[in-house]
């Protein structure tokens, strides 16, 4: 019995350094590291999360292991157990760092991330740190890697239309046609801002905060309107119509400045982009003119129109420019 009582303060110590290692020194080295904003610090915080108190407890049990009697055999199988999960554990560790920093590259070039890249970027080192993690525990990986292509091509023809999905996904980002935070309209009427593209679909979240969930094959084969290429900054066109009695260039000059003024609130970075009219229409009871004025983004112009026809409309009153309605005189024949 003696001879167990070493083993066992090995497994004790593990369990107890674990423990302290990750809710104490962890944590505060976590705390430090993060508030001196070091860049990628919590994508390495988030992948080590939870194995330092594996990695003492493999330790732990790695030195109960060498000091207990069990036979020889039985220990090499329990050691190769042991390596068999430090090794995983270390894999998982490199996949989550890789993932994590495709994600930020991704996000530092394009604007926001796509989990299909990321993802694709996880499985690749799952797969690799798998095949080495067999070579290492003396597993033959060539039959193996043999079977798996084999396997893969009987795979590729019963999922054809996931392929299909898969590569059309990694066509759109590789394209550029499509990106994670751009505002689309599909050719059936749908739209709204594309918030993740995935192996199998790309999500896109509308304005009513309902989500269109569309195939990539379909997605990459539909016509559709990317209101954020080549660029976020679109004009807004407003049509209005004053009466014949209006002096058109105070009519011209009060628009501008108003347009100026709903500029400076709503994307004040463009307005060195002035803002102008131009008449074009001798309408039934109104002189016609377009207005165009720069905004940030295609959604924009819903609060772009609702500021400029409220400041219009008080400006007007103010300068004695007046907006007409329709009028039509009836005349009425007796029988």
Not at 96 to 110: A, H, I, P, W, Y
Not at 236 to 264: F, I, P
Request: hydrophobic fraction near 45%; charge should be neutral.
């Amino acid at each position: 019995m003696m001879q167990w009582i070493i083993p066992l303060i090995f497994i004790i110590v593990g369990f107890l350094a674990g423990i302290i290692g990750e809710k104490v020194i962890f944590k505060k080295i976590q705390t430090f590291v993060i508030n001196k904003q070091i860049p990628g610090s919590t994508i390495i915080f988030q992948s080590l999360h939870r194995m330092t108190f594996i990695w003492f407890v493999l330790a732990g049990f790695f030195g109960a292991i060498l000091s207990s009697p069990v036979k020889p055999d039985i220990a090499n199988v329990l050691q190769k157990i042991l390596t068999i999960i430090l090794l995983y554990s270390v894999t998982l560790v490199l996949a989550r760092l890789t993932s994590g920093f495709v994600n930020l590259f991704v996000q530092r070039t394009e604007g926001v991330p796509t989990s299909l890249l990321s993802n694709l970027a996880k499985t690749i080192v799952l797969v690799l740190g798998t095949l080495i993690l067999l070579q290492t525990v003396g597993i033959e990986i060539t039959p193996i890697v043999t079977t798996l292509g084999i396997g893969g091509l009987a795979v590729g023809l019963a999922l054809q239309d996931t392929l299909a999905n898969l590569f059309s996904g990694f066509y759109l980002v590789i394209s550029k046609q499509v990106r994670t935070g751009d505002y689309v309209k599909l050719d059936d009427g749908n739209q709204g801002y594309v918030t993740d593209i995935t192996w199998r679909n790309t999500t896109i979240k509308e304005i009513s905060n309902n989500v269109i969930i569309v195939p990539n094959s379909k997605l990459a084969s539909a016509i559709f309107t990317n209101y954020h290429l080549p660029a976020k900054e679109i004009t807004l066109t407003m049509n209005v119509g004053v009466s014949y009695d209006s002096d058109l260039e105070l009519v011209e000059r009060v628009t501008v400045e108003v347009a100026k003024e709903v500029m400076q609130e709503i994307a004040p970075e463009l307005i060195k982009i002035e803002p102008y009219i131009r008449f074009h229409t001798f309408n039934d009871c109104s002189i016609d003119y377009t207005l165009y004025m720069r905004v940030s983004e295609y959604f924009d112009q819903r609060i772009g129109k609702h500021l400029f026809v409220k400041k219009l409309h008080k400006r007007y009153q103010q300068e004695g420019i007046q907006i007409p309605f329709p009028i039509r005189d009836v005349y009425m024949h007796g029988s």
